[in-house]
């Protein structure tokens, strides 16, 4: 399954600014997930920004950079208009949406989300095990899956943030998406839906409209960097990897 790879990158954050261009260990955070994406070798990977030093930075690298809109309410917005842009669109039977703060993402898990576009499904994302103590997390995502007993791919009944006291079959999910070209189509031409708006889940807006999304289970996902906080942490692992490996 041809897939391309687009990485949605906006310095405007407002909780990180200038997020794509932090460094860890020396390398721009966009730089090391843009590698990332490369060494999964499932397609041809693109950075979707809106600022000229990212574009800069990955055509400097070797990679596709495309500039975007900066006034898209959301990276599935911009990734639509990147992949709406390319000449060759029609030979990929896969968009995989791959964010920008996933610096120590393990490029075979790219290959993972694909999984339930070849069951079926429009749309692909990952699920991963949820510590006890990120189960009351507000911050973290949550998805109830329904598991098929006869694959390893399941399908997301809701997802949430606020804790439902729910027990049995919830895990963390990986905002990593797979779509179907037409399914990323529909998706954006659709207005967002209350459950939408009211948990600030982008998602619930497939589900609501009746559009299943499949689930692979991935163990051990590493974090990604939502905080300054985050990214140290992150540049001590690599650090601590990199001595280790010497």
Known sequence: MKSAVIIPARMASQRFPNKPMAKIDGIPMIERVWRQGVDSKIGDVFVACC????????????????MTNPNHPSGTDRIFEAFSSLENKDEYESIINLQGDMPLIDPMILESVNKPLMHGYEIGTIATDIAKKDAENPNITKVLVNWHKTDSVGESTD????????????????????????????????????????????QLRALDAGVKIGITYVEKIPISVDTLEDLMLIEKIIKTNNETNI
């Open 51 to 66: 600022e000229k030093e990212v574009f800069d930075l990955i055509s400097l690298r070797g990679g596709k950079a495309i």
């Open 159 to 202: 997802f949430y943030k606020e804790s439902k006291r729910q027990v049995e079959n919830i895990y963390q999910h990986v905002g990593i998406y797979s779509f179907k070209p037409n399914a990323l189509y529909n998706f954006v031409s659709m207005k967002p839906s209350n459950n939408e708006i009211e948990r600030k889940l982008e």
